[in-house]
């Protein structure tokens, strides 16, 4: 994975927000939500949601998709698999361990 990739994903993860409508979004699955509904649970202003979204889709940590006259927002769980496993690839020194243990999640092609 391109390290410049991982650095924009983890920067846009280090915001409150952003880290909450990630994980909405993870929760929500591949369908994603609509950006009314990410706003409504959160408490979110329309204008931050959009700003915020914005950011996340910079990262490549979401996906917008349009359907009539509502844009619907997805985690990208590829890109999410791919900065885990970047951050993990080197773990216990090459040792075994519970980390090729966990489930991996929508998306992840292995």
Known sequence: MDTNLVVRALGALGHDSRLAIFRALVVAGPNG???????QKLGI?????????????????VKGRQTGRFVYYAANFEAMNGVIG?????CCTGDACGADSTPRCYGDSR
């Open 33 to 39: 939500l609509p950006a009314g509904e990410i706003a």
């Open 45 to 61: 202003s329309p204008s931050s949601l959009s700003f915020h979204l914005k950011d996340l889709a910079h990262a490549e940590l």
């Open 86 to 90: 970047f951050l993990t690839e080197n």
